[in-house]
């Protein structure tokens, strides 16, 4: 079982849409949970941390995590063309851990 | 403000030639990271950087050698590419109290023949 697991999609939406990305992860020890937004041929750039369990929410985007379930989400509310990008999930143990553990990334297209 | 800058952003190697990938950033981080990323993949760590001085093997460090020049400057190097090195490589770095948040480079796309 890999460590993180992240479905590819890809994933189209329409303009407006509410939009839901998820991970799941098998290691126990993993505190720290995030989501890397990658335009097209750039490189990944962070959207939104969250530290242990709960929800963080920053404009259109929430991210949650369910650390009894080993399962994080990312919501993005009123999805707009620009949100069209692949979106990595990524994990580590700690604040100065300095490997973190990427998904695969999913790939969403918002149509206008 | 540049952030992480790598070069060259493209190169065409053939089997068995050597090159070496640049990257520099100007954020005064401590942590610096090579990375590769292959359709159907992900993010793989080849090597990652704590402090200029030291360096360390990530999940796939084979083939791959790497110098931290000072602060500024952590360089990858193939000493003899292979088909398999094919990929796009990110620089990232980080301050250390917070290595969950890495600031990319905007990659280099090698292709070994």
């Known amino acids: 079982q890999k460590e993180v697991e992240q479905d590819p999609g890809p994933l189209s939406v329409p303009e407006g849409a509410i939009v839901s990305l998820n991970c799941t992860y098998s290691?126990?020890?993993?505190?720290?949970f995030m989501w890397y937004r990658q335009y097209s041929r750039k490189g990944p750039e962070l959207l939104m941390y969250?530290?242990?369990?709960g929800n963080k929410e920053d404009g259109r985007f929430t991210a949650q995590v369910d650390k009894s379930s080993k399962y994080i989400s990312l919501f993005i509310r009123d999805s707009q063309p620009s949100d069209s990008a692949t979106y990595l999930c990524?994990?580590?143990?700690?604040?100065?851990?300095?490997?973190?553990?990427f998904g695969k990334g999913t790939k969403l297209s918002v149509i206008p | 403000n540049a952030g992480v800058t790598q070069t060259p952003k493209f190169q065409v190697l053939k089997t068995g030639q050597s090159m070496t990938l640049q990257c520099a950033q100007d954020?005064?981080?401590?942590?610096m990271y090579w990375y590769r990323q292959d359709p159907g993949m992900g993010l793989r760590l080849i090597y990652y950087?704590?402090?200029?001085?030291?360096?360390d093997k990530g999940e796939v460090p084979n083939g791959y050698n790497v110098s931290r020049l000072n602060k500024r400057e952590f360089s990858l190097r193939l000493e003899s590419a292979a088909p398999s090195q094919t990929s796009v490589y990110f620089c990232?770095?980080?301050?250390?109290?917070?290595?969950?948040?890495?600031?990319f480079g905007p990659g280099t796309r090698l292709t070994v023949t």
């Open positions: 990524a994990m580590s143990a700690g604040a100065g851990s300095y490997q973190l553990t």
């Open positions: 290691n126990s020890a993993f505190q720290y």
């Open positions: 990232a770095s980080s301050d250390d109290r917070h290595n969950y948040e890495q600031y």
């Open positions: 954020m005064n981080h401590n942590s």
């Open positions: 969250t530290y242990s369990s």
């Open positions: 950087s704590a402090s200029e001085g030291t360096t």
